[in-house]
């Protein structure tokens, strides 16, 4: 069920992976994160482990978001741009202004399903010198598509350990 999640190494980065194992992992989050919230209750989906920690239902609005908006969206701006300079992303503006009105847990699975599919149809669609096109962020530097497809798994990993982590903090709490 995890393979490729659970195949990497401690320590070593999303980087050292093929392109097709990164895909791969890519193709895997919709599943992860359905064994691991498709059963939470709300109070469990809307558990803070900490005070300024996300709860496992703003996570997955994040990831949802972030498919869309973000990740996605600067993939495509490297393919149709000669070297795109892309914008910084302000989280903290996104929580206070998010769209709320899909956020059961069905609906958050769903909707990233559907939009981790969509990515997917590109990023399978790429020729080998696509993934040599830049872009520029003012956080990150110059970086390749191939670069971006590393750091897009690196998302999904760090998010789907925010959330482990949340339902185990719940789970000792209890």
Do not use: C
């Given at each position: 069920?995890?393979?490729?999640?659970?195949?990497?190494?401690?320590?070593?980065?999303?980087?050292?992976?093929?392109?097709?194992?990164?895909?791969?992992?890519?193709?895997?989050?919709?599943?992860?994160?359905?064994?691991?919230?498709?059963?939470?209750?709300?109070?469990?989906?809307?558990?803070?482990?900490?005070?300024?920690?996300?709860?496992?239902?703003?996570?997955?609005?994040?990831?949802?978001?972030?498919?869309?908006?973000?990740?996605?969206?600067?993939?495509?701006?490297?393919?149709?741009?000669?070297?795109?300079?892309?914008?910084?992303?302000?989280?903290?503006?996104?929580?206070?202004?998010?769209?709320?009105?899909?956020?059961?847990?069905?609906?958050?699975?769903?909707?990233?399903?559907?939009?981790?599919?969509?990515?997917?149809?590109?990023?399978?669609?790429?020729?080998?010198?696509?993934?040599?096109r830049t872009a520029f962020h003012p956080e990150y530097g110059h970086f390749t598509a191939e670069a971006w497809l590393g750091s897009w798994v690196e998302h999904d990993l760090v998010h789907i350990r925010?959330?482990?982590?949340?339902?185990?903090?719940?789970?000792?709490?209890?």
């Open positions: 069920m995890f393979a490729l999640f659970g195949q990497r190494k401690k320590g070593t980065s999303p980087m050292s992976l093929s392109r097709p194992q990164l895909i791969a992992t890519l193709e895997q989050t919709p599943s992860t994160l359905a064994h691991l919230t498709s059963t939470l209750t709300d109070s469990a989906l809307d558990f803070h482990s900490g005070p300024d920690e996300w709860s496992i239902r703003e996570i997955l609005a994040h990831l949802v978001d972030d498919e869309m908006f973000v990740m996605r969206t600067r993939m495509e701006r490297m393919m149709k741009e000669e070297g795109p300079s892309l914008a910084s992303h302000d989280e903290k503006k996104w929580y206070a202004q998010r769209n709320t009105s899909r956020d059961t847990i069905s609906e958050l699975l769903h909707d990233f399903a559907q939009q981790r599919a969509a990515s997917l149809g590109i990023l399978t669609l790429l020729r080998d010198k696509d993934w040599t925010q959330i482990e982590q949340a339902r185990a903090t719940m789970e000792q709490s209890a």
